[in-house]
């Protein structure tokens, strides 16, 4: 691990730095696709990152106070805004050079690499999902609609309010592999987004084609049209592909976040039943997603100024180098149940490295 002395300065603009560098993901991909490196992306992302949480170590930044020292919130604003764009001119770029010049194993690194980009657009879509603009909220729906995950953004507000409870989605009890909680918990966003949105539509006596459920469901159709149009049979391919790895990895991170942390009926929500990760490039990667305890306790509060809390129930690593344990439920068991038992026995408490 590097040592860093840095004052609370220092790692702040560090920061800045590094979620400055977010929006370069999607542009990972006709990089290394035009050098000759197309699995740079993935390379980044599964390897880059978790060595680079090692190398830094823990992410000591938290949000300044002093309105002086925080110029940068209009740039920091604009930063999720900008890797919307810039993902989608790569979806399309990616679907044309597919159909007309990309063969073999670089076809095959360039639909992964576009996966990936698109897994990353997913945290986008969360992080917008909570703005107050409709602007903002839009775009969320418009990256769920494009990974054919449309209700997402309607049930997500749901699992604010239940979570910790495992009837109520989202909340995967202990011993649930993630293979099994992919699909009960697809199953129930749907269902639940349905119903969630029905109900607005009848209470403000909206007519079906106001229904947001179904709006989605529209614009997802319009995309694969898109997709179609500019890739022909491999534009499909390439949707489908970085459609269900957008979903996958949506539920992947809902795992990590909630895995065998619940609360008895009743009870009101806390923040120990979500766990907190610390890497700083994997938060700067994740827009902060991984300090997941304080956007429990206050939603609202935008990526760049969540804190660190302390305390709580923290995962042995990064979301990134958990991919992999994850798919195997017998390692993600013997890494994360005796944590969840310890957190669950004494609430408040970060879970034991």
Known sequence: MVLCVMNLRGWYYAKLLAFSAFPIVPLLVPIGYCAGAPWLSA?????????????????????????ALRLAVAWLRTIPRLYVFLWLGVLLWAAHTL????????????????????????????????????????????????????PFPFEHLHHHAKVGVPAEGTTPPLGQSLWGYLVSNILFTLRSG?????????????????????????????????????????????YVAQ?????????????????????????????SLSWNSNGFMTNAFTLNITRHVHHHLDADVPYYDLKYIDAMPVLPGGYLALFFPALIPPVWRRLMDARAKRSAASPGRAAAT
């Open 43 to 67: 390379a980044f992302a599964f390897v880059g990152i978790p060595l680079l949480d090692v190398l830094i170590g823990a992410d000591r930044t938290q949000p300044l106070e002093k309105p």
């Open 194 to 238: 349905w119903k969630i949105e029905r109900r607005r539509q009848l209470a403000k006596r909206l007519p079906l084609v106001g229904n947001r459920h179904l709006q989605q469901w529209l614009l997802t159709a319009v995309i694969i049209a898109v997709f179609a149009t500019i890739g022909g049979a491999w534009g499909l391919v390439l």
């Open 99 to 150: 159909a007309s010049e990309a063969t073999g194993a670089a076809a095959v690194w360039l639909v992964v690499s576009v996966a990936i980009a698109t897994a990353f657009a997913t945290c986008v879509a969360h992080e917008l999902l909570h703005w107050p603009s409709a602007f903002d909220r839009g775009l969320a729906r418009l990256i769920m609609a494009t990974v054919a995950y449309g």
């Open 243 to 271: 459609a269900a790895f957008g979903v996958f990895t949506t539920e992947f991170v809902n795992y990590a976040q909630h895995y065998g942390l619940r609360r008895e009926a009743g009870a009101p929500p806390s923040g």
